[in-house]
């Protein structure tokens, strides 16, 4: 009997071990999270954005988050969050309000502003453009007008010099292809112009902008790497054997995820990948069949309708990889349910760590957004930020979802405990249990001193 059992349990396959161990990221991985300025800022009244709103043409931004003032808050929020960088932009309308007149005091204020991000020894991540020019750039045509490539680069020989001992990596534009497709495309911003040309001489102007303020700042601060933020989408047919959408897959990639990198090849010293979208393209029916997007009605969408879809992160890592290291310069969701922003967090930065895994080299994760902020025109309503904004009162408050990614930055990497939260309903209390009063703890703590 005993022969028998012995036998027996011997022939069992050995029990699985359950790995439990934290999926870690590489060592200096940054860890951070992504605002912009004209965004959070307030009272951005020089630029061309905001002269629009005044006129009815968008919704009015007003005083923002109020950032401009309450930048010190809101730094020590990122320090006791545990992010060891950050990326925010300059407003060169609030510099450079008049052609050629610098404003000092301006100029003063980003520097302050800085500072204080170096002495909590966060890593900096500057953008130079995100999106809104000064009025009188907008008013001699913007982007459009070749002049506007000079006087950007004035701009950045201005304001470089200054800021630079501060800034850890250089992004010089901010989404070139977004930019053109709202304002050409759509035309929901400024220009809002129907222009075939237009849109090809802003691409131009974008890339030979980019060419130019790359070499000088490479140059000038030599140790510090130089990039874009572009906007990347992880493109797919409907139907495997529909050679129409299949072509649309691939023109649509190369325009939007491929041609401006083609443009500026040799001028950039990291790839900073903007994600958010997953597009389907769907034949029609009919003789000449058209291709559009297919509709996300059965997908799981953001409160924006954006698709849910983290393995296409892994797709366009692995398709974009090169020599280059990558920064993923925003991902983030739109929700006022944060439950869901949890989830997001946890299922991207595991493509994340499986592109890592596969050798791709990414080097960081900025999340969109710090806090809840102005998303252009679309107004005040979608709530991408780690940390809520009361509106009324201004008042900042820690959603849950930050703390989670707080436990992931402590572990430089995804603690086992959390992939629960990649089934439903499971909320950041129940995940993080005790670790969650300790953060919180802490983090008070933390606030008083
Ligand atoms: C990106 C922009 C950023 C923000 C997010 C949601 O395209 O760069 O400013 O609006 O989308």
């Not at 900096?124 to 000079?150: C, R, S, Y």
């Not at 495309?185 to 691409?203: L, M």
Request: charged residues 25%; contains cysteine; hydrophobic residues 40%.
């Amino acid at each position: 009997m005993i022969i028998i059992t012995v036998i027996f349990m011997t022939s069992l396959p050995p029990k699985q071990k359950h790995d439990h161990h934290t999926l870690k990221f590489p060592d200096n991985f940054l860890w951070g999270a992504a605002t912009s300025a004209y965004q959070v800022e307030g009272n951005n009244s020089y630029s061309d954005w905001w002269d629009w709103e005044v006129q009815g043409k968008l919704p009015a931004s007003g005083i923002a988050c109020d950032q401009y003032n309450r930048f010190e808050q809101d730094f020590d929020l990122v320090k006791n969050l545990n992010h060891n960088a950050h990326r925010l932009s300059i407003e060169w309308s609030r510099i450079e309000p008049k052609d050629g007149e610098f404003d000092h005091h301006e100029i003063e204020h980003y520097i302050k502003l800085l500072k204080v991000l170096k002495s909590l020894k966060i890593t900096v991540m500057l953008t130079l453009w995100h999106f809104t020019l000064p009025k009188w750039v907008a008013d001699i045509g913007g982007w459009e007008n070749g002049q506007t490539v000079k006087y950007f680069e004035r701009f950045v020989k201005r304001i470089a010099p200054e800021l630079g001992e501060f800034v850890d990596m250089w992004v010089t534009l901010n989404e070139p292809g977004v930019y053109v497709y709202q304002g050409f495309v759509e035309r929901v911003w400024p220009p809002a112009k129907k222009s075939f040309f237009g849109q090809v001489k802003t691409i131009l102007n974008f890339a030979s902008a980019h060419k130019r303020v790359y070499k000088y700042l490479h140059k000038a601060f030599p140790k510090k790497e130089v990039g874009i933020a572009n906007n990347v989408q992880s493109f797919e047919s409907y139907h495997k054997h529909s050679v129409a959408e299949q072509v649309a897959v691939i023109i649509t990639d190369i325009i939007t995820n491929h041609l401006f990198y083609f443009l500026t090849r040799g001028a950039h010293d990291f790839l900073g990948l903007n994600y958010y979208f997953h597009v389907r393209f769907k034949q029609g029916e009919g003789l000449m069949p058209e291709v559009t997007a297919a509709s996300n009605e059965s997908r799981d969408v953001s409160d924006l309708g954006w698709e849910i879809y983290p393995e296409g992160l892994f797709g366009v890592l692995e398709d974009l990889s090169d020599d280059l290291p990558i920064y993923i310069t925003e991902c983030g969701i739109a929700s006022t349910n944060d439950d869901r922003r949890n989830r997001f967090l946890i299922t991207y930065l595991h493509e994340v760590y499986r592109a890592i895994k596969s050798g791709i080299n990414v080097k960081g994760f900025f999340y969109w957004s710090l806090i809840d902020n102005y998303e252009w025109h679309r107004g005040f309503e979608p709530r991408f930020g780690l940390i809520e904004v009361d509106y009324k009162t201004l008042e900042r408050r820690i959603r849950p979802s930050a703390l989670v990614y707080t436990d992931i930055i402590q572990h430089n990497g995804i603690p086992h405990s959390l992939l629960r939260f990649i089934g439903h309903t499971v909320q950041a209390e129940d995940v993080l249990e005790k670790r969650y009063r300790e953060i919180s703890k802490e983090i008070k703590e933390s606030q008083k001193n």
